[in-house]
């Protein structure tokens, strides 16, 4: 008689501790949606926007899954619907939804981003299950998108160059100056008087590298050696 029983014993708490845990899945506080709250991409770069929704108790036969994204704030304006391959105009062949059939985790990726698209972005999704029907929530805070420009980095990196380039361009010139051997000054040329040459050498002491050419008239910087050759 026991034998007899102990199925139907066994079979009546199984669907007891079912029971039970159905009564405890709340949509309200069992179905949320997840995803990253800052984000931050390059003007005419990619974004994924991840996200990953959460449901109890069992889909039905026919879920009917469909994902929606809206920006601004949690109230704001639907932008992409993969049910109704709606695409809001100002996001027009750049936003593409990837999730896998059966999977709770995807993302949303939009391209060729504008300086216009930095915003709210809030993920939602739709799905009907066995016990709750049809049921659509969202995310709460959503994901803040940043664009970043990076047009004043290029600048600032392009006269960084520019600048290396015109020291590199002193100073090449200046080693050459250094290289240059002493020349005699063409007004000071090899006189003759009574059998001694006068013969005078003009010195710069500029420590500079990269200093102006000598003007006609002599500078205090510098000093003349005078040498007496005879002949």
């Not at 959460?54 to 932008?79: M, N, Q, W």
């Not at 994901?143 to 520019?162: D, E």
């Not at 005699?184 to 005078?200: R, T």
Request: charged share 20%.
């Amino acid at each position: 008689m026991l034998s007899l029983l102990l199925p139907q014993l066994l079979l009546l708490l199984l669907t007891t501790l079912q029971a039970g845990n159905s009564a405890r899945c709340d949509p309200k506080m069992d179905f949320r949606m997840d995803q990253p709250e800052h984000l931050s991409a390059p003007k005419g770069g990619t974004v994924h926007i991840n996200f990953t929704f959460y449901y109890c108790g069992a889909l039905a036969k026919d879920p009917r899954v469909s994902i929606a994204l809206k920006r601004t704030h949690f109230h704001g304006e639907v932008i992409y619907n993969s049910t109704r391959h709606f695409v809001h105009e100002d996001y027009k062949d750049r936003i593409i939804l990837n999730l896998p059939e059966g999977q709770k985790s995807g993302f949303l990726q939009i391209l060729n981003l504008q300086e216009e698209d930095e915003n709210m972005y809030f993920c939602r999704v739709q799905l009907k299950t066995q016990r709750f029907g049809l049921q659509v929530w969202q995310s709460i805070l959503g994901t803040k998108l940043t664009i970043n420009l990076g047009l004043q980095t290029t600048a600032r990196t392009v006269a960084r160059g520019s600048l290396q380039n015109t020291e590199e361009k002193y100073e090449n010139i200046g080693i050459k100056r250094q290289q240059t051997d002493p020349k005699l000054d063409p007004k000071d040329e090899a006189q003759d008087n009574g059998g001694i040459l006068y013969a005078s050498l003009t010195l710069s002491s500029s420590s500079s590298p990269a200093a102006h050419p000598p003007l006609p008239k002599k500078s205090p910087q510098e000093e003349t050696l005078y040498s007496i050759l005879k002949a």
